[in-house]
């Protein structure tokens, strides 16, 4: 079994590295019909041409001082990701670990900026400028004191709720909030501690189990979102979480 690089050595769970790699949901000899709805799907252009890959982004900083802390967890999520579709992130583009592949019939591509979270938008902007990705095609996840530890919200668009990553990013897409977003709980500082400090702080053994079970909806979202459309990713995603943990 191997371990996700990034996620502090933690085992993520059986479930979500026994999860096949997802297939297409129409064979090359399917009808119009199911061509169609896969194009509209997986965000193939209209007039014929290639799809455009959907660009899922994880927020965190670099080095290893900063492995599997809280505020690197858009990092881990994007690891999850690599590991369990066999995408390699051993490329280095435009300021970003970036890795391209696929999920049934769709290109993706993942990425894990290099510029320190604060510039985040720096290697976000140039990649969506150079591919011409569509916003709505562009996911970028990251950690928000706001949610409950283990939590996730998925939103087709917003604005940064001061953190800095989303900030940079809103800023070098010209102002635009109009790109999807999977916000990662990571609970509130205990005290008076300051959150500056505690989202650098790294998981007890109990929060890095719950945390992998959220990587686990994370990847079901991306595949659900890729192959079925963003509503049933969000649906899925935004109910049914408080029950799902109590049965766990």
Known sequence: MRLFPGASGTRLPSPLLSLPRA????????????RAASSSSTGATSDGGARKPWLFVGLGNPGKVYQGTRHNVGFEMIDAIAEAEGVSMSSMQFKAMVGKGRIGDAP???????????????????MVSYFKIPLNQVVVMYDDLDLPFAKLRLLPKGGHGGHNGMRSIINHLKQSRDFPRLRIGIGRPPGKMDPANFVLRPFTKKEQEELDFAF???????????????????????????????NR
């Open 108 to 126: 993706i591509m993942l990425a894990k900026p290099q510029t320190f979270m604060n510039a985040s938008g720096e290697s976000v902007g140039q």
């Open 23 to 34: 297939k297409p949901r129409c064979v090359p000899a399917a009808s119009s019909a199911c």
């Open 216 to 246: 686990h909806r994370g990847l079901e979202a991306v595949r659900i979102m890729v192959l079925k459309g963003f509503n049933k990713s969000a649906t899925y995603v935004n109910t049914a979480q408080s029950s799902e943990m109590l």
